[in-house]
């Protein structure tokens, strides 16, 4: 247990809603009153993003996660496998609960699984990752304008949309953060 006056951003904490993170920490001392504390949390599980209110010192459940680097190995019927890279320990996560990540899942990235009482709670990819075009429409001659693109399709079934002058068989890199297309490879 922690006082809600040392919760910070960034921390995670096990309230009866649910597991929550701290995402803003705002401590009131109005002029009349006693001390409160506001903060934004959001939920782990769904994503919801809620305002909370405290009472300034009130004791409030702190969530350790583990963050661990796992490998991805492969997919099948019962969903994502990855390798725990300490202890070498095999670990399946549904399709539901890796989510948007699936599209940017190459075999053998390493990603941060977060753990929470030995359940992962999401999916952390890294800043960009490198994946090979597997489907692509070839760039008309006239289309050459400048900043011109046209979508392909990559070898994990995401597509995003590229320069003109990107063909089947070639390796780009990709933001995991917003999707867009970086540089070929």
């Known amino acids: 247990m922690i006082s809600t006056n040392d919760a910070r951003p960034g921390m995670a ?12 920490y705002q401590h009131v001392k109005p002029g009349k009153g006693k001390a409160f504390v506001r903060m934004k949390l959001k939920n782990l599980d769904t994503g919801a993003v809620i305002d909370r209110t405290f009472r ?17 190995l492969y997919r099948d019927d019962l969903g994502y ?19 948007e990540a699936a599209g940017y899942l190459a075999d ?9 009482q030995g359940n992962p709670i999401s999916v952390e990819l ?7 075009v597997v489907e692509a429409e070839p760039g008309v001659k ?3 304008v400048s900043g011109a693109t046209k979508p392909v399709t990559l070898s994990t079934g995401l ?18 953060r917003t999707g867009d297309y970086i540089t070929r490879v």
Request: proline content about 6%; charged content about 25%.
């Open 13 to 24: 904490l096990d309230l009866p809603e649910g597991l929550f993170a701290v995402l803003e």
């Open 56 to 72: 300034a010192g009130e004791n409030v459940q702190q969530a350790v996660i583990d963050r661990r680097e796992h490998q991805f």
């Open 81 to 99: 496998h990855f390798m725990d890279l300490e202890t070498y320990a095999q670990l399946a996560i549904p399709e539901e609960e890796v989510g």
């Open 108 to 116: 053998g990235l390493v990603v941060i699984l977060p753990m929470y």
């Open 126 to 132: 890294p800043a960009s990752v490198e994946l090979e």
């Open 142 to 144: 006239g289309d050459r």
């Open 159 to 176: 597509v995003v949309q590229v320069p003109l002058f990107v063909e089947a068989g070639d390796v780009v890199k990709v933001d995991t």
